[in-house]
């Protein structure tokens, strides 16, 4: 089996910048990817980490290092509408296997 | 033009009864999944299909039963349901291929199921 591990909530305040962090313990890693899913609504890919490093994407940026099995997604200039749950999911033998999601809180 | 479609939205219904969800992509992809998104918001695989085979098989009761017609429709039906069985249930698609990994899966809407 697999844990994943990230922060159950976060609050920030609009403008600022906020990093998720997610540990994993895996086998057969074939990627990390987040997600973001809104209240009552279906979870949607935001960006994926196969390699070490950093993946940049407009406001969202996403970072892997397989040897720490650590990666973070940074959401940076937040908004009211990025307040969601983030959903950290490893990729392994061919099954997607997600954390509980960090519920992250923007503030005006 | 939607690209994940579930019915029912929503399904209310009493212990014991059985009941399905149908699930439908667009996308062209030649894999389908089910998933159980319990209330503390755990997204737990339950069933993927490619090309109408099922490949995944997680620690399910046997009360649920996937079925692919073909490979842009899958299915799930539930007998004998029971008060844990509620929770929302998502369908998801992608397209998995040597060389595609970083394929993203792509979720419908949400079933979301109560048993009274």
Known sequence: ?108 | DTAVSQTPKYLVTQMGNDKSIKCEQNLGHDTMYWYKQDSKKFLKIMFSYNNKELIINETVPNRFSPKSPDKAHLNLHINSLELGDSAVYFCASSHDAPGALHQPQHFGDGTRLSIL
């Open chain 1, 1 to 108: 089996g697999q844990n994943i591990d990230q922060p159950t909530e976060m609050t920030a305040t609009e403008g600022a910048i906020v990093q998720i962090n997610c540990t994993y313990q895996t086998s057969g890693f074939n990627g990390l990817f987040w997600y973001q899913q809104h209240a009552g609504e279906a979870p949607t890919f935001l960006s994926y980490n196969v390699l070490d490093g950093l993946e940049e994407k407009g406001r969202f940026s996403s970072f892997l290092s397989r040897s720490k099995g650590y990666s973070y997604l940074l959401l940076k200039e937040l908004q009211m509408k990025d307040s969601a749950s983030y959903l950290c999911a490893v990729k392994s033998w061919g099954k997607l296997q997600f954390g509980a999601g960090t519920q992250v809180v923007v503030t005006p």
